[in-house]
């Protein structure tokens, strides 16, 4: 059974930081092409970061570049999403995604809210 279990939202001050975590079960997790994505509401769900199969390339959305790391740790199955200098349009629920070939799976979402 796959899961992918998202952690670590919840509220922070404008220039805060986050750390989330999401753990994978149920696949080959090393195999897998992990990436992160928000939605906001009202808006559609947009790309954050993605990290390949064995963590060396990393790309980011244009607004998280420089503010937002991608990495992972093969050997717990989990990937993570550290969030530096956040703005309050950082404000959504962002989803863990993990994809090889066909296979497309996703978790439910942690929501990060940014206000003062």
């Known amino acids: 059974q796959v899961q992918l279990v998202e952690s670590g939202g919840g509220l922070v001050q404008p220039g805060g930081s986050l750390r989330l975590s999401c753990a994978a079960s149920?696949?080959?997790?090393?195999?897998?092409?992990m990436s992160w994505y928000r939605q906001a509401p009202g808006k559609e769900r947009e790309l954050v970061a993605v990290?390949?199969?064995?963590?060396?390339?990393?790309n980011y959305g244009d607004s998280m570049q420089g503010r937002f790391t991608i990495s992972r740790d093969n050997a717990q199955n989990t990937v993570y999403l550290q969030m530096n200098s956040l703005k309050p349009e950082d404000t959504a629920v962002y989803f863990c995604?993990?994809?090889?070939?066909?296979?497309?799976?996703w978790g439910k979402g942690t929501l990060v809210t940014v206000s003062s």
């Open positions: 995604n993990a994809r090889y070939g066909r296979m497309d799976y």
């Open positions: 149920g696949f080959t997790f090393s195999s897998y092409v």
């Open positions: 990290i390949a199969s064995g963590g060396r390339s990393t």
